[in-house]
């Protein structure tokens, strides 16, 4: 029998794992994120399943390997909350699920942008309290208009796919393109020049931290829409609300925040937020700003991907195959 402890759990998770879970294992479901001080509740598991918000630093691992955990079998692509060495010096094996569904991700993109255009939040609001009026919600057609991707990757592509369906005239940004891209690849200085909306599809690196700050926001165009689905470092956010508040933005469709980690995923409606979420606070109050909490992946389909591909990541180890998922320290 394999023992899992699963960490971090929502509702959600728990369907598709318990779903795909096999008679030879065991997955005891924890509400709380693994962080070094609870980590004593790994004794006895032989793997971990962790998300994006679980502390694997140093100490946890150190701790989770004196219980005898030998696997971590992430349930996210991204790994930056992992000490990879530190798991390759202590012998436990690190495994991701490199892909779900890009078109999770670009359709919720592509919801943003529409619900940013055409006021759907304000007309939501407006027609539960019986207020029928119109004043206010003019929006503008997207037929026409020029799109500005950063990113072409599995991402981006659907989403240049979903932008020319509207109409729209698309221009990208990589600074590793593709040759076969039916799109006119710019410089990214062209790109904030010429793109009525803006939508982002890159990985956060250190190169692209605050891509989107003072300078570049200088070089768009007055109005634009901006698009973040992808993460929240490539925007400052203190450069976002002052382009918002001159108007030089005009909409933000926002699905991950600089400061997320700790507020989203999780109820904070009975909570005061403090000063380290002033910014926040601000932009979701603005009238043009629509935020969602890190949300674009989570549909039926991804879930049930994620649950298959982190259980077969355990599998393989636990069958002694090659683990094909594994990430590796360089
Ligand atoms: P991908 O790896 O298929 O594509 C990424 C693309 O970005 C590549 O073409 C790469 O060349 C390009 N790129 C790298 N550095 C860049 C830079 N500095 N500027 C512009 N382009 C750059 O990745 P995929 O699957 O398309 O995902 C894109 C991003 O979407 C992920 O890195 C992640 O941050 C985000 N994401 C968000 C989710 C959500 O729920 N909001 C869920 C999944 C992914």
């Given at each position: 029998m394999t023992k899992i402890a699963f960490f971090d759990t929502k509702e959600y998770d728990k369907k598709w794992f318990d779903k795909y879970v096999s008679d030879d294992e065991e997955i005891t479901y924890f509400e709380s994120r693994l962080k070094t001080r609870n980590a004593q509740v790994c004794q006895g598991f032989d793997v971990v399943i962790a998300f994006v918000n679980d502390e694997l630093n140093a100490d946890t691992i150190d701790a989770i390997a004196d219980m005898g955990v030998k696997m971590i079998a992430l349930r996210s692509a991204g790994f930056n909350n992992v000490d990879i060495k530190e798991a390759t010096k202590k012998n436990i094996i690190v495994a991701r699920v490199p892909a779900y569904s890009p078109y999770a991700v670009a359709e919720h993109a592509t919801a943003l942008l529409l619900a940013s255009v055409r006021k759907l939040h304000h007309s939501y609001v407006r027609t539960r309290e019986?207020?029928?009026?119109?004043?206010?919600?003019v929006g503008f057609d997207l037929h026409g208009k020029t799109m500005g991707i950063v990113g072409t990757g599995k991402i981006g592509c659907i989403f240049i796919d979903i932008c020319k369906g509207f109409g729209m005239k698309v221009i990208a940004y990589d600074p590793y393109p593709k040759a076969d891209l039916d799109c006119e690849y710019v410089s990214f200085e062209e790109l904030c020049k010429s793109s009525d909306m803006i939508s982002f599809h890159c990985p956060l690196t250190k190169e692209n931290?605050?891509?989107?700050n003072d300078e570049s926001i200088k070089n768009m165009k007055d109005g634009v829409v901006l698009i973040n689905t992808s993460r929240g470092a490539l925007v400052k956010s203190s450069a976002l609300l002052k382009g918002l508040r001159s108007k030089k933005i005009g909409a933000a469709g926002l699905d991950v925040y600089e400061e997320e980690a700790g507020l989203f995923f999780e109820d904070k409606s009975n909570a005061i937020l403090d000063h380290e979420n002033e910014i926040l606070t601000l932009l979701i109050a603005m009238p043009n700003v629509i935020v969602t909490?890190?949300?674009?992946?989570?549909?039926e389909e991804a879930l049930q991907k994620i649950a298959d591909t982190t259980l077969n990541n355990i599998r393989d180890f636990v069958n002694g195959r090659e683990v094909v998922n594994r990430v590796q320290h360089d």
């Open positions: 019986f207020n029928f009026s119109l004043n206010g919600l931290k605050h891509m989107v909490s890190h949300q674009a992946f989570l549909t």
